[in-house]
């Protein structure tokens, strides 16, 4: 089954800017969509970013324009660039394989905490 590190969270100031990582292991990362999720205190998660396993990419109206998702197949990792980050932007932010209705597939990670705070 394949496992999520998540990384590069923190305390950042609205109209600030972060990146998350994500590494995964196994070897068939390169064919999975990947998607980039968040919960925020008191709300279900949500998918925020999600790109094919062709680079194809999807975002939530929330976010569009912002944030970015990529990915380094050679390094299994997928990254989320956040820029004018946003208060309702805070939450614990997830990755995770993306299926079909954009339900997530794998476990969960520990998730890496962004908050947007002044």
């Known amino acids: 089954q394949v496992q999520f590190v998540e990384s590069g969270g923190g305390l950042v100031q609205p109209g600030g800017s972060l990146r998350l990582s994500c590494g995964a292991s196994?070897?068939?990362?390169?064919?999975?969509?990947m998607g980039w999720y968040r919960q925020a205190p008191g709300k279900q998660r949500e998918l925020v970013a999600h790109i094919a396993s062709g680079g194809n990419t999807n975002y939530a109206d929330s976010v569009k324009g912002r944030f970015t998702i990529s990915r380094d197949n050679a390094k299994n990792t997928v990254y989320l660039q956040m820029n004018s980050l946003k208060p309702d932007d805070t939450a614990a932010y997830y990755c995770?394989?993306?299926?079909?209705?954009?339900?997530?597939?794998?476990?969960w990670g520990q998730g890496t905490l962004v908050t947007v705070s002044s």
């Open positions: 196994g070897a068939m990362f390169a064919i999975y969509a």
């Open positions: 995770n394989v993306v299926g079909v209705g954009d339900q997530p597939l794998g476990a």
